[in-house]
């Protein structure tokens, strides 16, 4: 059931509170894992210990299916279907001008953000990269309840069950944040709704919004004459309030200019009163409005402003007269008025400031910071470093692709767009080089160098994009501004097709890099199991473990109800792996969250080994266990190359309850001495011979294409 009523999806988020189980901690950080290029994720030995004061946020976003207008229409497989189509605006193939397009299909379709099974799989995957937080788009002035409050319903609950799952954030308007920073406020944040899920800094709920434009803009505000500060010279003006003032701003203008600064200064009944606050203007945007922000509101009095130092060119919109504001310049009152806003915080707007950790979004590629406290979401490399008002290096963004040609905003869809294969600046033409991430391990270098607090890492989810004639100035037949095809996109969710989850398995390693790894457990001693000996593997560690409660099970209308997606494989729920040696005989074990029962209960679960820790065989698995041989028998299988198997030997089998143990003769594993393996159990794959089946089929223990590591002695 879906529902639409604003009400009624916010108290689905009080009714999906519970009782926390103690976490399952899967230990997703020790897992080991081989791409689809043969890379090898590190682990402890290349990276070292965690760095728990390291974060990583994900931009993500809530819009699929929010704004329908036809389709899907997938750019990839229109521009198969049709490769002149860019050129022809009134192809029957493209949806309508401004309407929604994809650039590609995700492993799960042409899903929708309520699709359960969908957001299961994002915060597992998620997790299980090492993802903190993430951070949802709300930057067109719609902060989408409808689709927020289902992900933080389902989120909540695999938290309560003791599963793992980010945080969440808001990312809201560049230049207009107040109505969304009001709406989660009021709906999500004032309620104390999914605490457990706000993501924290500072110790406050953090919200991407500019305080100092928490107020809407009011038009006839800026004047009409551009006066310039010349350097030696001043500028200001002089007011008088009768209320509390939080934020004083100027709207300044550059003249197109880039890099321009002044600085800012407050004082008490005039020129000459005592300075209140200063602050220098860095790389002053044309036309901005800059300026003061205290932490206790100026009292009810008289104040004046003044600009002064320039560097660059910059000056203060002025004109016409505004009662209580004075034009002055060096010192001396002229005639005419100045642009000048003097906020008034409502007791609602007063409680925000209080509650949040305000960081500004900067929505420039190219400019960096202009104040402290700014985030960014996205740059061209080299990217700025991000600092907070203490001069701490605190955040930097790291992106796949970007929007950009040349130093100005384009289209990805434009010639010279900065797409996935973007780096040492220009693109790759080698072939296959889409799948490398050049674009993106360029900017991750350039960050873990720098290595601030916080990585934001653009993007996830995207997949949509308005369909256009016209952006920044330049017009063509078809354009597609932020996403557009395989190359020129910058999500991170594995697709189908094309470069499936190899960003996905990138994006794993670098983290590792940036926030380091816990350490692997200890080899186990020698230790002989006796058959039906159940007990005894009590006493075995280490013990590996799985997700509880993820077989999928999906069952949900796709975008414009495309299609309907149903699948059902999710059959037992592995949670727990385990393995014991001796000279003679390796006995891997498996636990499940309820018994094994029916003839059929062993059929599809099998067993996979890496004996060489190298990527060989099947996605870097050489051996697969239990499947039937022509008399019954439990077959073990070496791969011949891909997903071709031989038979090489035969093992034992047990089950009793929801417990298993397949038994096989060590001398399969390698030569006597310490013994190294990589294990992973499946169950009930669609698709034998797909690793992201993995991702989409069955249950997958651990999960996608990772491995335990288990060392003996």
């Given at each position: 059931m879906r529902l639409r009523c604003t009400a009624c999806l916010i108290s689905l988020l009080a009714a999906g509170a519970a009782a926390q189980t103690p976490l399952w901690d899967t230990r997703p950080d020790t897992w080991v894992a081989t791409d689809g290029l043969g890379r090898r994720t590190p682990g402890y030995e290349q990276v070292g210990p965690p760095r728990p004061d390291r974060t990583v946020a994900m931009f993500y976003f809530l819009w699929l299916g929010a704004h329908v207008n036809g389709g899907p229409y997938d750019v990839s497989r229109i521009l198969l279907q049709d490769p002149d189509a860019m050129q022809q605006a009134d192809s029957p193939l493209w949806g309508p001008l401004h309407g929604t397009h994809h650039w590609g299909e995700s492993i799960f379709g042409y899903y929708t953000m309520d699709d359960p099974a969908v957001l299961r799989s994002h915060a597992q995957q998620l997790a299980d990269a090492g993802v903190d937080t993430v951070v949802f788009d709300c930057s067109n002035q719609l902060s989408y309840p409808q689709y927020y409050v289902p992900l933080m319903t389902t989120w909540s609950q695999i938290r309560a069950a003791g599963g793992r799952t980010p945080q969440v954030a808001f990312l809201c308007p560049f230049w207009q944040p107040g109505k969304v920073v009001r709406e989660v406020y009021r709906d999500l944040y004032a309620p104390g709704r999914c605490s457990d899920l706000w993501f924290r800094w500072e110790g406050r709920p953090l919200i991407l919004a500019d305080p100092d434009l928490l107020q809407e803009t009011q038009p006839g505000e800026r004047g009409d004459r551009p006066d310039r500060l010349e350097p030696g010279h001043t500028l200001g003006v002089q007011f008088t309030t009768s209320a509390p003032v939080p934020q004083v701003t100027c709207s300044l203008p550059t003249w197109n200019s880039i890099g321009s600064a002044a600085t800012l200064t407050l004082r008490r009944d005039g020129p000459a009163g005592p300075v209140v606050q200063t602050r220098r203007l860095l790389s002053i945007a044309d036309n901005d409005w800059a300026g003061l922000r205290f932490d206790e509101p100026l009292p009810p009095g008289t104040w004046y402003l003044e600009l002064a130092d320039p560097l660059g060119t910059v000056g203060w919109w002025s004109g016409g007269q505004t009662p209580g504001v004075t034009a002055w310049a060096d010192g001396r009152p002229v005639a005419g008025s100045r642009s000048l806003r003097v906020a008034a915080d409502s007791p609602e707007d007063a409680a925000i400031r209080r509650f949040f950790c305000f960081r500004a979004p900067q929505p420039s590629y190219f400019q960096g910071p202009v104040k402290p406290n700014m985030w960014s979401w996205l740059e061209v490399h080299p990217q700025h470093v991000f600092?907070?008002?203490?001069?701490?290096?605190?955040?930097?963004?790291?992106?796949?692709?970007?929007?950009?040609?040349?130093?100005?905003?384009?289209?990805?869809?434009?010639?010279?767009?900065?797409?996935?294969?973007?780096?040492?600046?220009?693109?790759?033409?080698?072939?296959?080089?889409?799948?490398?991430?050049?674009?993106?391990?360029?900017?991750?270098?350039?960050?873990?160098?720098?290595?601030?607090?916080?990585?934001?890492?653009?993007?996830?989810?995207?997949?949509?994009?308005?369909?256009?004639?016209?952006?920044?100035?330049?017009?063509?037949?078809?354009?597609?501004?932020?996403?557009?095809?395989?190359?020129?996109?910058?999500?991170?969710?594995?697709?189908?097709?094309?470069?499936?989850?190899?960003?996905?398995?990138?994006?794993?390693?670098?983290?590792?890099?940036?926030?380091?790894?816990?350490?692997?457990?200890?080899?186990?001693?020698?230790?002989?199991?006796?058959?039906?000996?159940?007990?005894?593997?009590?006493?075995?560690?280490?013990?590996?473990?799985?997700?509880?409660?993820?077989?999928?099970?999906?069952?949900?209308?796709?975008?414009?109800?495309?299609?309907?997606?149903?699948?059902?494989?999710?059959?037992?729920?592995?949670?727990?792996?385990?393995?014991?040696?001796?000279?003679?005989?390796?006995?891997?074990?498996?636990?499940?969250?309820?018994?094994?029962?029916?003839?059929?209960?062993?059929?599809?679960?099998?067993?996979?080994?890496?004996?060489?820790?190298?990527?060989?065989?099947?996605?870097?698995?050489?051996?697969?266990?239990?499947?039937?041989?022509?008399?019954?028998?439990?077959?073990?299988?070496?791969?011949?190359?891909?997903?071709?198997?031989?038979?090489?030997?035969?093992?034992?089998?047990?089950?009793?309850?929801?417990?298993?143990?397949?038994?096989?003769?060590?001398?399969?594993?390698?030569?006597?001495?310490?013994?190294?393996?990589?294990?992973?159990?499946?169950d009930s794959v669609q698709t034998p011979g797909d690793p992201l089946a993995f991702l989409t089929d069955g249950d997958a223990a651990p999960n996608g294409r990772f491995a335990w590591r288990w060392r003996g002695l």
């Open positions: 600092r907070n008002d203490r001069g701490e290096a605190e955040q930097m963004s790291v992106g796949v692709a970007q929007n950009a040609v040349g130093e100005r905003l384009g289209s990805l869809s434009e010639p010279g767009a900065r797409g996935r294969t973007w780096h040492r600046g220009a693109r790759d033409p080698r072939p296959g080089a889409v799948r490398w991430g050049l674009n993106f391990q360029e900017q991750w270098e350039h960050a873990l160098t720098a290595d601030p607090r916080v990585l934001f890492i653009s993007n996830w989810n995207e997949w949509i994009m308005g369909r256009f004639n016209e952006f920044a100035g330049v017009r063509q037949p078809v354009m597609f501004v932020d996403e557009f095809n395989q190359e020129y996109s910058r999500d991170l969710e594995p697709m189908r097709g094309g470069h499936g989850d190899d960003y996905y398995y990138q994006l794993v390693s670098n983290i590792r890099r940036y926030k380091g790894v816990r350490p692997p457990d200890p080899p186990a001693a020698p230790r002989a199991m006796a058959a039906g000996d159940w007990r005894a593997w009590q006493g075995v560690r280490p013990e590996f473990r799985d997700d509880r409660g993820d077989p999928m099970q999906r069952d949900w209308d796709g975008y414009n109800r495309c299609t309907r997606y149903v699948n059902r494989s999710g059959r037992h729920d592995l949670v727990a792996a385990k393995v014991a040696h001796d000279a003679t005989t390796v006995w891997c074990y498996l636990r499940c969250a309820a018994p094994l029962a029916g003839p059929d209960a062993t059929t599809g679960l099998w067993l996979l080994l890496n004996t060489d820790g190298r990527a060989t065989g099947w996605d870097g698995f050489d051996l697969l266990l239990n499947r039937a041989g022509p008399h019954g028998e439990v077959l073990i299988e070496r791969s011949r190359g891909g997903w071709q198997w031989e038979t090489v030997g035969t093992a034992q089998r047990q089950v009793q309850g929801a417990e298993l143990v397949l038994a096989l003769p060590r001398a399969l594993l390698g030569p006597a001495g310490p013994l190294t393996v990589e294990l992973k159990w499946v």
